[in-house]
């Protein structure tokens, strides 16, 4: 994601007096399948800041990363490392993860939560308000959700089971990922940059001249 083509957009927004409050981001990626790269992310904090954009990182398929040079890393951790939430303008950052993603819940099985860093108290208090009338996710992906972020750890009896399981779902998502690429791209007049990571191809289609 250039900073550079976030700032044209910006700066057609305001032209069109529209006052741009929040970017999202969704890395790894839907629907492009790509991972951000760590100085990508650098940037696109600080051009928040600058800003005083909020920042909306969607990190649902963290977990599903395919090429071995691409490395998911959380805007949280490069946020804390940049002192981003320090001084007068600090970044506002809300990070979302969830089970219905990745690899421990299919589509259905619905838990998750979103954090949110630098954001002033009253917002809070509104938006506790708006989730305490709605109704909260059922059981089952309440425990899918503690699990997903407190997972067994060495030494724990379920924790080999986990493992195994794990590494088998992502290995199987690996190879289909990289199936669906190779495909693609044998594909008369269609290319598609490999799939790095979620669950996710983008392909371009090249149309024959009339």
Known sequence: MSTASLTESFNKALESN???RA????????PTGQVLPEDN???II???RERNICLMADEVYQENVWESEARFVSCRKIAFSEKAFE???PLQLISFHSVSKGFMG?????GGYFELLGIPSGVKYELLKLASISLCSNTIGQIATGIMVQPPQPGSPSYSTYIAERDQILDSLRRRANKLSEALNSLPGVSCTNISGALYAFPSISLPGQ
């Open 106 to 110: 299919e589509c259905g099985l619905r």
């Open 23 to 30: 970017l999202v981001i969704i890395n790894p990626g839907n």
């Open 18 to 20: 529209i006052t741009p």
């Open 87 to 89: 001084g007068p303008e």
């Open 41 to 43: 992310i650098r940037e």
């Open 46 to 48: 600080q051009w928040c």
